[in-house]
């Protein structure tokens, strides 16, 4: 495990020359030559990384999935993650692209230092990593060049705020990408809401739900290979409501339909549903349908 808490250390690891900068550096990825015997590398990461590749004919896990940036990926990687690279010979041409690599110490005294974490992507996985036009493509290299010539030039008292400024630039377009991603990559999007509406429909089926609790969201999410963080994001496009939400109107429909075809008490409803204590669900119920459950029986009868 390379432990990456520096530029200076990224730099050393990709076999390039010092950086120029000690808190922000955009690497060219065609001079990246990872100095290591084995193939397998790991970096747990100390730094941001923004990264636009093609032509990478190794592998990338970041995460449960892999990334393939045959389509001119671009990744973001947070400080604290482990990223898992497979280093291949590459026999044709060389790999290209830029790597963004910004210390959280550059931040600080900023308003990005707060802002940033509202990024979500920085905790996709990589299964919904950002893919790019030939148009977004080039305005996001673009945006990176003004980055580094920024840094090129003598750094005086407005270095920080141009960069700062140009970066969250960067992150913004990046944002605005991702949303059309998820409108776009309709199959692929769509495909993970059926797999929800199955783990959910296993789930509320099962006999040991008394036992299991209520399903949550980290769980549900685990289980489709994506964050917490983006499977909000998608059925928030896709549904309106986020992934407790979610959960909680399949609950309300359950609840319905034990209440309306079946004698079981209000007790014994919540507790086939999960919940430890009936009074939580009689608040849930009345939240989402503005009756109480016992008001919703007896308008059956």
Same mark, same amino acid.
Not at 12 to 21: D, S, V
Not at 126 to 131: C, D, I, K, N, P
Not at 193 to 198: A, H
Not at 209 to 212: A, C, E, G, S, Y
């Given at each position: 495990?390379?432990?990456?808490?520096?530029?200076?250390?990224y730099h050393?690891?990709?076999?390039? +020359?010092?950086?120029?900068?000690p808190?922000?550096?955009?690497?060219?990825?065609?001079?990246?030559?990872?100095?290591?015997?084995?193939?397998?590398?790991?970096?747990?990461?100390?730094?941001?990384?923004?990264?636009?590749?093609?032509?990478?004919?190794?592998?990338?896990?970041?995460?449960?999935?892999p990334?393939?940036?045959?389509?001119g990926?671009?990744?973001f990687?947070? +400080?604290?993650q482990?990223?898992n690279?497979?280093?291949?010979n590459? +026999?044709?041409?060389k790999?290209?692209?830029?790597? &963004?690599?910004?210390?959280?110490?550059?931040?600080?005294?900023?308003?990005?230092?707060?802002?940033?974490?509202?990024?979500?992507?920085?905790?996709y996985q990589?299964?919904?990593?950002?893919?790019l036009s030939?148009?977004?493509?080039? &305005?996001?290299?673009?945006?990176?060049?003004?980055?580094?010539?920024?840094?090129?030039?003598n750094?005086?008292?407005?270095?920080?705020?141009?960069?700062?400024?140009?970066?969250?630039?960067? &992150?913004?377009?990046?944002?605005?990408?991702?949303?059309?991603q998820f409108?776009?990559?309709?199959?692929s999007?769509?495909?993970?809401?059926?797999?929800?509406?199955? &783990?959910?429909?296993?789930?509320?089926?099962?006999?040991d739900?008394?036992?299991?609790g209520?399903?949550?969201?980290?769980?549900?999410?685990?289980?489709?290979?994506?964050?917490?963080?983006?499977l909000?994001?998608?059925?928030?496009?896709?549904?309106?409501?986020?992934?407790?939400?979610?959960i909680?109107?399949?609950?309300?429909?359950?609840?319905?339909?034990?209440?309306s075809?079946t004698?079981?008490?209000v007790?014994?409803?919540?507790?086939?549903?999960?919940?430890?204590?009936?009074?939580?669900?009689?608040?849930?119920?009345?939240?989402?349908t503005?009756?109480? +459950?016992?008001?919703?029986?007896?308008?059956?009868?």
């Open positions: 495990m390379h432990h990456i808490n520096t530029i200076s250390d050393q690891l990709a076999g390039l +020359p010092k950086p120029e900068h808190l922000v550096s955009l690497v060219d990825y065609s001079l990246v030559d990872y100095q290591v015997e084995s193939k397998e590398l790991s970096i747990l990461q100390g730094n941001y990384s923004i990264a636009l590749k093609r032509g990478v004919q190794g592998k990338m896990r970041y995460g449960q999935q990334y393939d940036f045959d389509e990926l671009m990744a990687v947070a +400080p604290g482990v990223i690279i497979t280093v291949e590459q +026999p044709h041409e790999p290209t692209g830029w790597i &963004l690599i910004i210390n959280p110490d550059f931040l600080w005294g900023t308003s990005l230092a707060r802002k940033i974490k509202k990024y979500e992507f920085f905790g990589v299964s919904e990593a950002l893919f030939e148009k977004e493509e080039k &305005l996001m290299v673009e945006v990176m060049m003004k980055i580094r010539d920024e840094y090129h030039s750094i005086d008292k407005f270095s920080q705020n141009i960069i700062i400024s140009q970066i969250e630039v960067l &992150l913004n377009y990046a944002e605005r990408f991702y949303q059309r409108i776009t990559r309709k199959i999007n769509h495909e993970i809401l059926g797999r929800l509406e199955t &783990l959910l429909n296993e789930y509320f089926a099962s006999d739900l008394p036992i299991q209520l399903p949550d969201v980290q769980g549900i999410a685990d289980q489709l290979n994506v964050s917490p963080n983006y909000s994001s998608l059925l928030k496009v896709l549904t309106g409501q986020n992934t407790q939400q979610h909680h109107e399949r609950l309300i429909e359950m609840a319905k339909e034990k209440l075809t004698q079981l008490s007790s014994e409803i919540a507790f086939s549903l999960g919940f430890e204590h009936s009074q939580s669900f009689s608040r849930l119920f009345k939240k989402k503005k009756l109480s +459950p016992l008001q919703f029986r007896q308008s059956f009868n």
